[in-house]
């Protein structure tokens, strides 16, 4: 391939990957498209097993080198998110494994949601019914969660005789929820309703289950037709800078920002602007 051409560093369109254990969709045309992942054991609440961390995980680590992709919503089928991880499927097989084989299985686990917050496509969670455990952790890791009004979210790992601290809930949900209230839910593992996910900042919006997907999409559309590389930007500085002071992060958003005034898409707002149109713009 020649110097240049994005598909010889790895980028590449994924409309056509073909997932194994979940369900993938992908709405849109061209380079501004909406991936759909969507969890489809509706029959069991939607539960994780070990195929299909390692599936969600290795997706979303290859969203960083998609070139169609702009956005991501996360749901799941038959009224309900993700009920965690598969009792039978996952717990079970663990109560037998050596510290070396826990240890590489929670390392994944964690890796997964790393993977969602690292991939540069603003992720949405669209959650009703049961979201619990590792779905409560697939939805926190998200950049923004619709909830239905029947949602049920609960970090219920003290439930099986597990620490509250599992794939990053303790640095993760005080940081949306507070502190306070996210000792609550990780010590006791009570179910938060979706009135309380709202007005604690768990929740952007509520909607009504019957809404939620559209809601979801509509909500993806207006993000895919923005400045898809100034809102990478915005992805990345909000995760980096949790560790940085504030002198850092005001220099880190200077040098971020500066990069972005080099887009053609800020040429674009500036011109929409002086014409009195909408900017168009393409991403780039």
Not at 21 to 28: I, L, T, W, Y
Not at 242 to 250: N, Q, R, V
Request: charged share 20%; net charge neutral.
């Amino acid at each position: 391939m020649t110097p240049g051409n994005p598909m010889a560093s790895g980028f590449r369109p994924m409309a056509d990957f073909a997932a194994k254990h979940f369900r993938f969709s992908v709405a849109g045309e061209g380079d501004r498209r909406i991936a759909h992942v969507t969890l489809n054991r509706p029959e069991r609440k939607n539960p994780l097993t070990f195929d299909s961390y390692a599936e969600l995980r290795n997706l979303f680590r290859d969203f960083a080198y998609a070139t169609d992709i702009k956005a991501v919503i996360i749901s799941g089928e038959g009224g309900n998110f993700c009920s965690g991880g598969d009792v039978h499927e996952i717990i079970g097989p663990l109560t037998k494994m050596t510290m070396p084989e826990l240890l590489a299985f929670t390392r994944m686990t964690g890796d997964l949601v790393k993977a969602i917050k690292m991939c540069p496509q603003p992720v949405i969670a669209a959650v009703d019914g049961i979201c619990a455990g590792a779905g409560a952790m697939m939805a926190l890791a998200s950049d923004m969660r619709l909830g239905a009004s029947n949602a049920k979210t609960a970090f219920l790992f003290t439930r099986v005789g597990l620490a509250g601290a599992d794939m990053g809930a303790c640095a993760l949900l005080p940081r949306v929820i507070g502190q306070g209230r996210a000792a609550e839910l990780l010590f006791t593992g009570r179910a938060m309703s979706a009135d309380e996910g709202f007005s604690w900042g768990f929740f952007n919006a509520l909607h009504e289950p019957a809404a939620l997907n559209s809601a979801a999409q509509t909500l993806a559309e207006s993000l895919v037709a923005g400045p898809n590389f100034a809102h990478s930007m915005t992805k990345n500085m909000l995760h980096q800078e949790w560790s940085m002071t504030i002198d850092m992060a005001i220099e880190a958003e200077a040098q971020a920002q500066a990069i972005c005034m080099q887009t053609q898409d800020f040429h674009r707002a500036f011109h929409a602007f002086a014409a009195k149109q909408k900017p168009v713009f393409e991403g780039n």
